[in-house]
């Protein structure tokens, strides 16, 4: 099977590239269209290489899938130990939120469950069951229950 992959598919949007470009630029710095795909390309490749060396490593050890260490590994191995330091810190720190993010709509998906299990034992619906607590949606209802009763609502 022949598949043809079109060269401005490997690359990143350059409409992205402009606007991280002008993110780091003074605000009255002219960027060139030029300057815009130098620096896509470079970024594209620069991925691709780092990519393929953490690929590398999964194979060699049998898995097939690339996550956040292998990344930062080959960002060492390649000898681009700052960006690997960085790396780590940020996945580090995503990982925190991904696993307090987990966390807290296990505990909404709790007190959901029990509203909706205190619902099933009436005949009122759910809106005139909200309507006689004071409720107004099942937001509110997680706040309410977070803070203990406190009728404090972001």
Aim: aromatic share 6%; with cysteine; net charge negative.
């Amino acid at each position: 099977m022949d598949i043809h992959i079109d060269e401005q598919d490997k690359l990143l949007p350059i409409a992205n590239v402009g606007r991280i470009m002008k993110h780091i630029l003074p605000h009255n710095a002219k960027i060139s269209k030029e300057a815009k795909v130098t620096i896509q390309e470079c970024a594209s490749e620069f991925i691709s290489f780092v990519t393929s060396e953490a690929s590398d490593k999964c194979h060699k050890e049998n898995r097939k899938t690339v996550n956040g260490d292998d990344i930062c590994w080959a960002l060492t191995s390649l000898g681009f130990d700052n960006y690997s330091e960085a790396m780590v810190r940020h996945l580090h720190r995503f990982r925190e939120f991904e696993s307090s993010r987990q966390r807290a709509n296990h505990e909404i998906n709790n007190i959901v469950g029990v509203h909706n299990n205190n619902n099933k034992a009436t005949s009122t619906t759910h809106e005139e069951k909200h309507e006689e607590e004071g409720i107004t949606n099942i937001f509110e209802f997680q706040i309410i229950q977070r803070n203990k009763g406190s009728m404090n609502s972001t």
